[in-house]
């Protein structure tokens, strides 16, 4: 996943330039502002002596006062230092927004093949999430959860939905039934020959060395021959 953006920049409330949704726009605005401010500051210079009600322009047929002149810069100042610097943050993480969401798409594309593939009750699930109205709300109140929304809502979809299939059973006629007693008939036959061969053994352990206790255990096997 991507890094996360940096930190949003603090909002204007009841900003007059919300409307706007481009850097260039925006720019425009900027112009218009500066332009206001230039030409309010040299009237209100020009009519220093002039009273506060007395007309000292007429713009668009209508006359304007000095105190109104003053206020129509105050406005165009506020809009220059607050309003108009808060739209430009608000299209810029919107832009910043815009780029990671396309990132993050690509990538849970590349780590969940269903995404990209045939209908599914997974996708069918994730599409129903992503496009219903609770994730919608989350984004309106939450602007930067937005790039996000698509890559977690996948991946849990896929985690929820997309398990494997449990394999089958075999059928019952492939069991196979062992012998009830699949040693008996080996202990038979191989305990005679397993006897024979220690006996062997210690005959030839005794006339080598004269152990006794090749004796004594040659003759347990003895006697336990003939029981």
Known sequence: MQEAPPPPAPKVKDNPYKAVKDLETLQTKFNEVDETIEYAEDLLWKSEYLAYDDIVTEINGKEWTKEEIRNLLREAQKARKSYLPAQANVIKEAEQRK?????????????????????????????????????????????????????????????????????????????????????????????????????????????????????????????????
């Not at 990671?100 to 599914?120: N, P, Y």
């Not at 210690?202 to 003759?219: H, M, P, Q, S």
């Open 99 to 227: 780029a990671q969401k396309q990132g993050l798409s690509k990538a849970v594309r590349e780590e969940l093949s269903w995404l990209e593939g045939e209908d599914s009750d997974v996708k069918r699930q994730f599409q129903g999430i992503l496009n219903g109205p609770i994730l919608k709300k989350v984004i309106e109140a939450v602007p930067e959860f937005e790039p996000y929304a698509e890559y977690l809502t996948a991946h849990a979809a896929n985690s929820i939905w997309n398990k494997p299939k449990a394999p089958s059973k075999a059928p019952s006629s492939t069991k196979l039934t062992p012998p009830s007693s699949p040693s008996s008939a080996a202990t038979k036959t191989e305990a005679p020959a397993g006897i024979e061969r220690q006996m062997k053994d210690l005959r030839k352990k005794l006339e080598d060395t004269g152990d006794e206790d090749a004796y004594e255990r040659l003759r347990t096997l003895q006697l336990s021959r003939k029981k």
